[in-house]
Structure formats: C-alpha cells, structure tokens
C-alpha cells in the first residue's frame, strides 16, 4: 500500500496563491493515478482534480478549472496542487488520494469512491 502526507495548507487572502504538495511512501508512486479533493465544514467531500500515472491530461472541477493546476513528479513521489486567484469558497480540508492502476494513460476517477489510499488533510483558509 501506499502512505500519503499533505503539506503547504494554510492562511491567505483572497487572490492569493498556494501550493499543496502530497509525499508518498511505500510502494512504487508511479503505480498510482492520484487525485485532490477538499472538504468544507458541512458539506461533502468534493473532487478537486486528478492525474493520471503518466501525468497527462489532468482532470479538473469546474469550479477550480484555470486556477488550480496538477503536477507530479514521480522522481520525488510527490503531486502537487498549485492554487491560484484563491477565493473563500476554496476553504477547506484538502486531501490527496491514490488509486493503483495498470494504465498508465488511464482516466482518473472524480469520486470519493474510486480512490484506496488517502491522507489526512491539509487546511487551506481563504479570507476575503
């Protein structure tokens, strides 16, 4: 299995710019397609965006296409999350989540569900 930390969470106003990274650890990272979610107080977890194993094409919501950008790079066993022109709404607990895969252009899923490996969270806070 694999074992997922987030980083790179915190406090920034609106407009503002953060980068979230996701350390894996255990087997092969490049096994994996990985994906972002967040979840606000109250509400459900939502799809953020995801990647593929290769790290083409990567999936975006609408509500965070044009701002949000996925990397990997799996050298590092790491994705990343840049978070650009942030706004309140974005507040939440962001997680990254991991799904082994044989393909490595495979699709990557948008729900809770699809995905087997999960960290424990990150905190981003946008104020207005």
């Known amino acids: 299995q694999v074992q997922l930390v987030e980083s790179g969470g915190g406090l920034v106003q609106a407009g503002g710019s953060l980068r979230l990274s996701c350390a894996a650890s255990?087997?092969?990272?490049?096994?994996?397609?990985m994906g972002w979610f967040r979840q606000a107080p109250g509400k459900e977890r939502e799809f953020v965006g995801g990647?593929?194993?290769?790290?083409?094409?990567?999936l975006y919501a609408d509500s965070v296409k044009g701002r949000f950008t996925i990397t990997r790079d799996n050298a590092k066993n790491t994705v990343y999350l840049q978070m650009n022109s942030l706004k309140p709404e974005d507040t939440a607990l962001y997680y990254c989540?991991?799904?082994?895969?044989?393909?490595?252009?495979?699709?990557?899923?948008?729900?809770?569900?699809?995905?087997?490996?999960w960290g424990q969270g990150t905190q981003v806070t946008v104020s207005s």
């Open positions: 255990g087997r092969t990272f490049s096994r994996y397609a």
């Open positions: 989540a991991a799904k082994e895969v044989t393909l490595a252009t495979a699709a990557v899923g948008v729900n809770v569900g699809w995905y087997e490996y």
């Open positions: 990647i593929s194993r290769s790290g083409g094409s990567p």
